[in-house]
């Protein structure tokens, strides 16, 4: 090999693109995915959240083989795209964080007065329903399904219930059905209730534990964006839990998803949302019982 091929082969390798080079989220791509965003999922996407997506993004470009973000965007754009990357896409932009009995008093507000509401002798008959909205990975589901199970077993064994989650991710809406956590997430529960409403795992999987299926069988899981123009559910609910979901949204949204969770929730049903959420919209129907905990006026 004569020392100008040697040269010329050297300055090649030097020019090839490195395996390992992040691709960068450009203004072009952003001006085009972050209204596609805020306009479909109803998510607020200010310029600060910027770098967020893109490192959330990074993956399914590293998947699909493609070296841009330029071409990644003009994927998901194509019919092609909007059929096969649009769920995949959706399910790395959404914000999935939750954990069991998160803002206790939620839990303590639905045994200490909406049971007892429920149950009384001028309340509705036949099973309680709940729904979840914006469920995630299934623990608030789960976490109000112990609650009425140690209201079944310590108060009232005729407590009959069902419980619905809806999310717009299917990758946490598998996470729920398959309802498997590590022990450390469930720790705050105590050991006693833990046996009761949990399977051990055995072996390699002994840090896992699986909410029992007695109890699955009560909960129902389905897509649902909150965005959409009509929720097609089943009948009225005696609660609504929707926490921590509606900070992600605008005013004016939050003003309509608020109307469309009215229409779902029966008179005289509570509406439980996060501490850190506003409710516009509708407040001429709800009745503020404590922070965050609303009751629909008859």
Not at 32 to 47: A, D, K, Q, Y
Not at 182 to 208: C, E, P, T
Not at 218 to 231: A, I, P, S
Not at 238 to 249: E, K, Q, T
Request: proline share 4%.
């Amino acid at each position: 090999m004569d020392g100008l091929t040697k040269q010329v082969q050297i300055m090649e390798a030097t020019h090839q693109p490195s395996a390992f080079r992040i691709p960068v989220l450009s203004d072009d791509v952003w001006d085009r995915m972050s209204p596609f965003i805020e306009r479909e999922l109803g998510i607020r996407m200010p310029v600060e959240k910027k770098s967020m997506l893109q490192n959330r993004l990074l993956k399914r470009v590293r998947e699909l083989g493609y070296a841009t973000f330029e071409e990644y965007s003009d994927y998901l754009f194509s019919d092609e795209g909007r059929v096969n990357e649009l769920t995949p896409f959706i399910n790395e932009v959404t914000t999935n964080k939750t954990f069991f009995f998160r803002e206790y008093r939620h839990f303590e507000f639905l045994s200490d007065r909406i049971i007892p509401e429920f149950l009384s002798p001028s309340g509705v008959r036949g099973s309680m329903k709940i729904w979840s909205a914006g469920c995630s990975t299934g623990e608030e589901i789960y976490s109000i399904a112990c609650i009425l199970e140690e209201y079944k077993r310590t108060e009232n064994p005729n407590l009959s219930y069902e419980i619905l989650g809806t999310d717009v991710s299917t990758r946490v809406l598998s996470h729920a059905h398959q309802a498997i956590y590590d022990a450390d997430q469930i720790g705050m529960i105590s050991r006693d209730v833990a046996y009761r409403y949990f399977l051990g795992g055995k072996g390699a999987n002994s840090h896992l534990r699986r909410v029992l299926p007695a109890i699955r069988a009560r909960v129902k899981l389905r897509r649902l964006n909150l965005m959409d123009e009509k929720y097609l559910l089943p009948g009225n609910f005696d609660a609504i839990f929707c926490r921590n979901v509606l900070i992600y949204f605008s005013r004016e949204d939050i003003m309509r998803i608020a109307h469309r969770m009215l229409t779902h929730l029966r008179p005289g049903g509570f509406l439980i949302i996060g501490h850190s959420d506003s409710i516009y919209g509708g407040t001429n129907k709800l009745k503020r019982i404590e922070p965050s905990i609303f009751q629909k006026q008859a």
